[in-house]
């Protein structure tokens, strides 16, 4: 193997750094039309990334809730991967989105505020 000299290390550095950069702005870009889509379906977004705007390493990008119009009371609820780019879903990926809306588990509480705190029925789970 070759050693590399510093300004070759720099420029593969700044290749490395330039594909990372516009596969996350390819990667939001994606999500923002996303949103946008459903959101005139009658959906509410909500997006599972950091706070810093980065995605992690979960299958779910997105979930996306809306309420039946005729049963208020009934809700859908759909866990999104989202793809940007010329990113190509996999079979592996589709495989773990399957196994997440097998575990995913949907519980009910209720928030109480009587005065200056908010109590809740159940106790909230760590996570």
Request: proline share 2%.
């Amino acid at each position: 193997m070759m050693r590399l000299t510093p300004a070759q290390k720099a420029a593969q550095t700044r290749r490395g750094r330039r594909a990372a950069f516009l596969a996350h702005k390819h990667a939001q870009n994606a999500k923002t039309f996303a949103k946008y889509r459903l959101s005139k379906k009658g959906y509410r977004c909500i997006s599972l990334d950091s706070k810093k705007g980065y995605e992690y390493k979960g299958v779910v990008d997105l979930i996306a809730v809306k309420r039946h119009q005729r049963n208020p009371n009934r809700l859908e609820i759909m866990l999104l991967q989202v793809k940007g780019g010329s990113a190509k879903i996999t079979e592996d990926e589709l495989g773990r989105l399957k196994t997440a809306v097998k575990n995913a588990k949907v519980r009910w509480n209720v928030a109480e505020k009587p005065r200056t705190t908010v109590r809740f029925r159940h106790k909230l789970s760590k996570a």
